[in-house]
């Protein structure tokens, strides 16, 4: 299955909204989410962590100084397109990455996916660059690779829930549309679902641990077969010292369910009872 990255698209006009997104539709590797507030701008850019954000706002600098307020670590790269009669130059932060563009001259022919596109290849390849910069062997996990993890796999958890609410919103809608709206409306439902239970996004996390704990997994999986690939899940979380509280948010599940789990997992790896789970994971050999 394919996993979209997504695009963050914000403006305070509904046309300016869907003059953009038929400039880029052909971009259909990418997911675009839209929003027409502030606040909302702000929300999605921490649950979703979008590749890029593009803003088309009467007042972008309004847009930038509010993200940078509520996320002093905020480094998502911007495009903010402008209007003729915005002559105000935008103050920004120096390690802010922003590409501006006139509005008109990018919703003319091909200009703003071209543009779009050209930024987004920017961006891979300083990636790259600086993933081959911070590479560290196997098994040599720094603290900032331990928050990374850890950070991943909590906006993970922020990014399914913000879908479960908008999937709710979309069926309290429903009933109160017309047909070819409906049609649209369970469209977007569908690709919910698929996007929140997408496998790509164990896979990607099992990259990133497996990088820091390798072998683990497999070890694990050989001594105990008869492991589930949520009971994987959630020995990795341990093995991450994850607290119960954040367990029990990234599985979805209550109090009571983390204490069954653990009890389930202890019978399956034939542990005593007075062992703990949590210390037998993390010093199991990897």
Known sequence: MTTHENILIGSDTSSSLAAILKSLQTMDQYSFITATRVSDIVQLSKSIQPTLLILSFRDNQNVINSLLSYHRDFSIPLVCLRTRNEHRKLQLRDNLVVFTQLFEYGMQSNNLITNILGILNLIKKTQAVSISKTFVPKGKLTEDQSKDLTRYTLELDQKKALLDKIKE??????????????????SIVNTIKMTRNDQKHWEDFKHYFENVNPNFLKKLSAKFPCLTEKDLKYCCYLKM????????????????????????????????????LRNYIQTFVN
């Not at 009571?256 to 034939?270: A, C, F, I």
């Open 241 to 276: 010292n994850m607290s119960n509280e954040d367990i029990r948010l990234i599985l979805g599940i209550n109090q009571e369910s983390v204490r069954t789990h653990k009890y389930r997992l202890k019978k399956k790896m034939v542990l005593e009872k007075d062992q703990d």
């Open 169 to 186: 919103r979309i069926k309290q809608l429903y009933s109160n549309v017309d047909a070819s709206t409906k049609t649209q409306l369970m």
